[in-house]
C-alpha cells in the first residue's frame, strides 16, 4: 500500500509546489529541480514553444548543461524526438537513448528518457522531458505519472505566462498614463504663455529633462531652408550659442524625414556636419548621440529640437521618440499661434497709426475748406456730391436740404449749366473748365 501511495504523494508534493510560484522562470525552476529531487531522475528539462518561429527552446534544467547544450533549437515537426512529440501531441518513452538517433539527451550520463508534450486549451507549452542513468528506467506507470506532473505544469506556465503579460500590460498602460499625463503638463505650460521666445525655451528645457540628455537647442529655419539660427539652449551655462548658424543635412533623405514630422536619431554624433559651427564655438561640448525633432505647423516645418548626449553614446526608445514628436508638434502650434496673434497685433497698432494719421489730415482739410472764401463741391464719376464746403452751400442755398451728401448734384442744385460743365470735367480728366452760371436770385456764378 505504501508502494501505492508514493507516487501519489510525490506527485501531491510537486503540484503543491509549483501551484504556490506565480512567476515564470522561478516555476521552471522548481518544476526541474523538484522532479530530480523528488522522483529521483538524473535531469529533469523544459523546452517551451517559440509560435513565432516555431521552435523550442530550453528554459530549464535540472542540471548544468554546456553552453552549446542550452543554446540549441528544435524544429517542431522535424525528425528529431521533441519537434516529433511537439508537433503530434504524443509522448514518447526511450529506453536506450544510445539506440535511438533522433532523441536528444542533455548528458552523456543520460542512458533512459520520457518527452512529454504539455497543451493548455489545444495550444502548445512545450515538452517536459525526465532522464534516467539507467537504461529502460521508464515503464507505463511512470509515463502516467509524468504526463500528469507536464499537464499540471503546463497549466502552471500557462498562467504564469498570462500573469506576465498581465503584468507587463500593466506597466505600459500605467506608463502611457503618465506620459501622457507628462505631455499634458507641458502642453498646459506651453499654451499658457502668447511669446514665440518663451514657448521655445521651456519646449527645450522641458526636454532635455524627460529623455534624461545633457544638452539642447532650438534651430529656426532660415528663408532658405537649408540653414538655422540657435534661438536658445539649454542649459545655458554651456554657451552662449544663441544666434549661431548651422548648415541643415547636406543628405536630402535626412531633410525628407524631417519634413514630414518624424524625429531622426545620429547615435554616433562625434564628426556629424551640423554641429561643427557649435562645436567650434564650443568646444567644451563632446557630442555622443543626436535626436533631431522637427517642429512642424501647418504642414511647414519652423525649426528643430536638437538633443544630444555628452561624451557618451545612448539610444532612444520609440516611447521617447513619441514623446518628443508630441511635444515639439504642440510647441510648433503654440509658436505658430503666438506669431499669428504678433502679427495681427503689429497690423492693428500699424492700421491704428494709419487711422489717426487720415483723421488728422481729415481734420486739416475740413479746416482749410470751411474757411476758404470759395466756394467748393466734389462729386463722384456718377455726379453725387460727396464733399461741399459751407460757401458753396450759402451761395447756393438749396432749399430745405441739411445734408447734400450722396445726393445727385444737378437734382440737389437747379442751377442751368452746372450739370454739363461738371460732364466736361469727367470727360477730360486733368483739365480745367471755368463758366459763368447765374443762380435762382440773379447772381453769377463763377
Request: charge should be negative; aromatic fraction near 4%.
Amino acid at each position: 500500500m505504501d508502494q501505492e501511495q508514493q507516487p501519489l504523494l510525490a506527485l501531491q508534493a510537486i503540484s503543491s509546489r509549483i501551484s504556490a510560484i506565480f512567476d515564470l522562470e522561478p516555476l521552471l525552476e522548481e518544476l526541474v529541480q523538484s522532479s530530480r529531487s523528488i522522483f529521483g531522475h538524473h535531469n529533469a528539462l523544459v523546452f517551451l514553444a517559440d509560435e513565432e518561429e516555431e521552435e523550442l527552446y530550453l528554459a530549464a534544467s535540472g542540471r548544468p548543461l554546456t553552453p552549446q547544450v542550452r543554446k540549441r533549437r528544435f524544429k517542431i515537426g522535424a525528425e528529431e524526438l521533441l519537434g516529433r512529440v511537439a508537433s503530434t501531441g504524443k509522448p514518447a518513452v526511450v529506453p536506450d537513448v544510445s539506440q535511438n538517433d533522433s532523441c536528444t539527451s542533455s548528458s552523456p550520463e543520460t542512458r533512459s528518457a520520457i518527452s512529454i508534450p504539455m497543451f493548455v486549451g489545444g495550444r502548445l507549452v512545450g515538452v517536459f522531458q525526465v532522464e534516467s542513468d539507467r537504461v529502460a528506467a521508464f515503464d507505463e506507470r511512470d509515463l502516467q505519472l509524468m504526463t500528469t506532473v507536464a499537464n499540471q505544469a503546463a497549466a502552471a506556465i500557462e498562467a504564469a505566462r498570462l500573469l506576465r503579460e498581465s503584468r507587463a500590460n500593466a506597466v505600459a498602460l500605467e506608463r502611457r498614463a503618465r506620459n501622457l499625463m507628462l505631455i499634458n503638463r507641458v502642453s498646459t505650460t506651453l499654451n499658457s504663455s502668447l511669446d514665440a521666445y518663451e514657448i521655445l525655451k521651456m519646449t527645450i528645457q522641458h526636454l532635455v529633462d524627460i529623455i534624461d540628455v545633457h544638452y539642447g537647442n532650438v534651430l529656426i529655419l532660415e528663408h532658405d531652408g537649408q540653414h538655422a539660427q540657435i534661438i536658445t539652449e539649454y542649459p545655458s551655462e554651456t554657451g552662449p550659442a544663441n544666434h549661431l548658424r548651422l548648415s541643415l543635412p547636406p543628405r536630402p533623405s535626412v531633410q525628407q524625414v524631417l519634413e514630414l514630422g518624424i524625429p531622426y536619431v545620429v547615435e554616433d554624433a562625434t564628426d556629424y556636419p551640423l554641429l561643427e559651427p557649435l562645436q567650434q564655438e564650443l568646444p567644451s561640448l563632446k557630442f555622443g548621440s543626436l535626436l533631431l525633432v522637427p517642429m512642424v505647423a501647418r504642414r511647414d516645418m519652423i525649426g528643430i529640437l536638437l538633443l544630444a548626449s555628452l561624451g557618451q553614446h545612448r539610444s532612444f526608445s520609440d516611447e521617447e521618440l513619441e514623446i518628443c514628436q508630441t511635444i515639439a508638434s504642440q510647441a510648433a502650434v503654440a509658436v505658430a499661434n503666438a506669431r499669428l496673434l504678433q502679427d495681427i497685433q503689429r497690423q492693428r497698432r500699424a492700421l491704428a497709426r494709419k487711422s489717426q494719421e487720415l483723421t488728422a489730415a481729415s481734420s486739416k482739410l475740413d479746416a482749410i475748406l470751411n474757411n476758404i472764401a470759395d466756394g467748393l463741391v466734389v462729386t463722384d464719376p456718377a455726379g453725387r456730391i460727396i464733399l461741399s464746403n459751407p460757401a458753396f452751400r450759402k451761395m447756393t442755398a438749396p432749399p430745405q436740404i441739411r445734408s447734400p451728401y450722396g445726393r445727385l448734384l444737378a437734382e440737389t442744385f437747379h442751377i442751368e449749366g452746372l450739370q454739363s460743365l461738371v460732364n466736361q470735367a469727367l470727360e477730360l480728366p486733368g483739365q480745367v473748365f471755368t463758366e459763368n452760371l447765374e443762380l435762382p436770385d440773379g447772381r453769377v456764378l463763377k
